[in-house]
Structures are given as structure tokens and as C-alpha cells.
């Protein structure tokens, strides 16, 4: 079985995070696609999110009907800082025959040797790295040097990860509160069962 892992706040979830999961699962070949929330961000713990149960909902309604995507809740549940490494290694505990692939963005690789224990995450899984056209069609070329050095001997043959063509969508969960706040669309940028769970509930309002 072949697992993605897709982290991140989630804040909300949009339509890019979607595509994104889906390009990766259909170029590795993914069985499985799990979503997984995090508590508090290593690298945001100067925001905190909405409410965990508001979070968790809005992943749910995006990815429902899709049968190859999950939501994996532990780093809600565990609390406090959510570092990756502990999500991986239980991961594999759980499912040791399975092969894990942790889904990132380019932005994530450049500093991947500032993560906690970026060795030992090579050693659980490979890293599956979107990357993007740029305006004239070109694709970006990923910086591996980050990773060099951390891959035990033995692990060198399986390589550290590969790159995922994902398209150039301009969303961000950033733009989407602010749009919120000032009473403006997010229509076609989120799903439609998660804008009206915003407007239901209010959520990222003044």
C-alpha cells in the first residue's frame, strides 16, 4: 500500500489543496491520500488557528465523495506542536509494510535540514514535492541539496523523493480570511459544502 501524507492548517482548506492531492495521487500512484490537520504549526505558532472541530469539518465536507482521501485527526488529537516526524513514525508503526510519501511544497524543501529530525523522517518515508509551470510553460527545477547527507547508505538506491507537475493555482488560505472578513466572494476558490459551512458558522469574520 502506498500512503500520501498531507499535512498543514488547513485554514481553510481550499480547491488548491484538492487538485494538489489529487495530481499526487494519481503521479505515485497513491491508495491512499490522509489529510492531516496540525494542531499548531512549528512554523506558525505566532497565529493559531480556528477552532480544531471548525478545521477538522471543513477538511471532511472537501473531501467527501473522493474514496482515495482521508482525514487523519491525531495531531488535533495529541495537541500542542505538531512536528512531523511523530506523525510519520506512528504512521509506520501502524502500517510497517506500507510505503509513505510525505507531500510538500517547493517552498518546504529549501529548508527540510531545519525540520526536527529530517534524517529519520528519510528513513520513514520519501518526500513527494509539488512543483508548478512558471508563466512561460517552464518547470521548476527542485533544489535537492537540503537533503544531501541525510539518506542513510542503504536507503540511497530508493532516493530521497520526487517531483509532482501540480497547475499554478493563485489560492491561498491567507486571502481567503481576509476575503471573509471584508464580506467578499470565495466562490470557485473552496468547495461548495465548505464556503457555506463558513457562512453558516461565521467563520473569519470582523
Not at 490537520?37 to 505566532?46: E, F, G, Y
Not at 530521497?160 to 472578513?181: E, F, K, N, W, Y
Request: hydrophobic residues 40%.
Amino acid at each position: 500500500m502506498k500512503i500520501g501524507i498531507f499535512g498543514g492548517s488547513f485554514d481553510p482548506i481550499h480547491n488548491a489543496h484538492l487538485i494538489l492531492a489529487e495530481c499526487a495521487r494519481e503521479q505515485l500512484g497513491l491508495d491512499q491520500v490522509r489529510f492531516v490537520p496540525a494542531k499548531i504549526s512549528p512554523l506558525k505558532q505566532d497565529r493559531l488557528p480556528i477552532d480544531d472541530k471548525h478545521r477538522s469539518e471543513m477538511v471532511r465536507l472537501a473531501i467527501n465523495g473522493n474514496s482515495s482521501f482521508s482525514i487523519d485527526s491525531r495531531e488535533l488529537d495529541r495537541g500542542g506542536v505538531s512536528y512531523t516526524i511523530d506523525t510519520v513514525s506512528e504512521m509506520k508503526s501502524e502500517h510497517p509494510e506500507a510505503e509513505f510519501w510525505l507531500l510538500i511544497g517547493a517552498d518546504s524543501l529549501t529548508d527540510f535540514k531545519k525540520w526536527k529530525s529530517p534524517s529519520q523522517l528519510l528513513e520513514l518515508c520519501q518526500l513527494g514535492v509539488m512543483v508548478r509551470p512558471d508563466g512561460n510553460g517552464a518547470i521548476q527545477a527542485l533544489d535537492w541539496s537540503e537533503t544531501e547527507g541525510l539518506l542513510p547508505e542503504a536507503l540511497k538506491p530508493r532516493g530521497v523523493g520526487r517531483a509532482i507537475l501540480a497547475p499554478t493555482l493563485q489560492i491561498s488560505s491567507t486571502d481567503l480570511r481576509l476575503r471573509c472578513r471584508e464580506a467578499r466572494s470565495i466562490r470557485y476558490q473552496v468547495p461548495a459544502a465548505v464556503e457555506a459551512y463558513i457562512r453558516q458558522n461565521r467563520l473569519y469574520q470582523a
